[in-house]
């Protein structure tokens, strides 16, 4: 800009998933504040209020019989990223379009429940 500004008084804020990739000289000057993840109810009331209608805006589902049981929230709300939440709760919103379309349902359920861990696999037989 070649016109001076005073900076002295800014506060520059910056998000970063991983500190290590922040260049040394550059991490030198900052301050970190670290967050923990969402809580669980947290994730809920985001997933309700603000996932669902941008996602259901985005398909256009709002005219659609799909019904979201608690039950989904509650096991989408088990995972610490909020990204990894949005793009599952994305595929079950297209997977049900999909059957109300094809199949000419009057109505539809979205069901989900977390991938089950590798003890819990190897209970029921699951080979790794």
């Known amino acids: ?4 500004i005073d900076l002295s008084q800014v506060l520059f804020i910056c998000t970063a998933n991983d500190a290590e990739l922040i ?8 301050e970190f504040l670290t967050f923990k993840h969402y809580s669980i109810d947290e994730r809920k009331h985001i997933i309700r209020n603000y996932m669902l ?3 259901m805006k985005d398909y256009k589902l709002f005219n659609l019989p799909i019904e979201i049981p608690d039950e989904t929230i509650n096991n989408l709300a088990t995972e610490p990223q909020l990204r990894q939440i949005e793009k599952q709760l994305a595929k079950l919103l297209r997977s049900a379009l999909a059957d109300i379309k094809l199949h000419n ?6 069901m989900f429940k977390p991938y089950k861990t590798t003890t819990e696999q190897k209970k029921i037989g699951f080979n790794n």
Not at 1 to 4: C, D, G, H, V
Not at 23 to 30: C, E, H, Y
Not at 105 to 110: C, F, G, M, N, Y
């Open 105 to 110: 349902l009057d109505k539809t359920s979205i």
């Open 23 to 30: 260049p040394g000289p550059l991490r030198d000057r900052m």
């Open 53 to 55: 209608p941008s996602l």
């Open 1 to 4: 800009l070649e016109y001076p």
